[in-house]
């Protein structure tokens, strides 16, 4: 597989925080939880996952491949017994991860996202998935991808945008992405049913209150599933939490931290 272009910050014996983007994102929607967590003496890892921000795409773009290149990615970058911290399509592809590899994480952050069997897919990611998916992803321009994001998240300045667009730059990322909405069934996850309750890890639910994609309930669905889960929900946020409120989420990710390290 090809090797993912990753962000870093803090010591590099730091313990290490291990951070998974979501559609259409890179590495870049972590800056500020970058900062924060290399100045609270974390090594904090952040990966573009393939086709995305600055690393290649590797096809087939698979939910599976995803899942195994970041468990490739860890191994290459030494990192063990992490702090994971996902976000939307992060979400499905690193906590699928987490429970295939118990052990590897020993806390949870889940951002705006879903783990569930009986899931479905939103109305974009319904129309990638189906017949006409290649039309659809072919009439994707930049600038249609700058308004819809800008509409979903005010707070997504035109360097993010510049940055998460990225995953439409060649013939190549847009396939990816193809495959990867595809791959992308719910009914995967069945064999998955109870995981992430039985690795009993503490978890962190932080979420857009404001989130159209992955609305509140699915957090607090998680977090009736989940033995050791605090929800935090975010006024003013949507979906993109980070960009909408990068700082509030950055200090709710610290205070957990710092609590779970008092435990």
Do not use: N
Not at 145 to 162: F, I, K, V, Y
Not at 251 to 260: D, H, K, N, R, Y
């Amino acid at each position: 597989m090809t090797a993912l272009v990753h962000r870093e910050a803090g010591p590099v014996d730091g313990p290490p925080a291990l951070l998974v983007h979501g559609f259409p994102e890179s590495s870049y929607m972590w800056r500020e939880l970058l900062e924060a967590l290399g100045g609270a003496g974390y090594r904090a890892v952040a990966p573009d996952l393939a086709g995305f921000g600055d690393s290649p795409a590797d096809r087939p773009g698979t939910w599976e491949r995803h899942v195994e290149a970041l468990e490739e990615f860890r191994q290459a970058q030494e990192l063990d017994d992490v702090v994971l911290v996902v976000h939307d399509w992060g979400g499905l592809i690193g906590l699928r991860w987490a429970c295939d590899h118990p052990g590897a994480a020993r806390a949870l952050v889940i951002c705006d996202t879903g783990f569930f069997a009986d899931g479905r897919w939103h109305g974009m990611g319904e129309a990638l998935r189906g017949e006409g998916g290649d039309d659809v992803m072919a009439s994707m321009t930049p600038a249609l991808m700058g308004q819809a994001l800008g509409q979903l998240a005010p707070g997504m300045d035109e360097h993010a945008l510049a940055e998460y667009t990225k995953c439409l730059d060649d013939d190549d990322r847009r396939a990816a992405i193809l495959d990867l909405y595809r791959s992308g069934d719910f009914e995967k996850l069945e064999p998955y049913a109870g995981c992430l309750a039985a690795l009993d890890l503490p978890t962190l639910l932080l979420w857009g209150a404001g989130d159209e994609l992955s609305p509140v309930a699915a957090a607090e669905r998680l977090q009736a599933e989940l033995p050791r889960a605090d929800l935090v929900v975010i006024d003013g946020a949507g979906h993109f939490v980070w960009d909408d409120a990068g700082e509030t989420a950055a200090a709710a990710v610290l205070a957990f931290l710092a609590s779970e390290q008092q435990s």
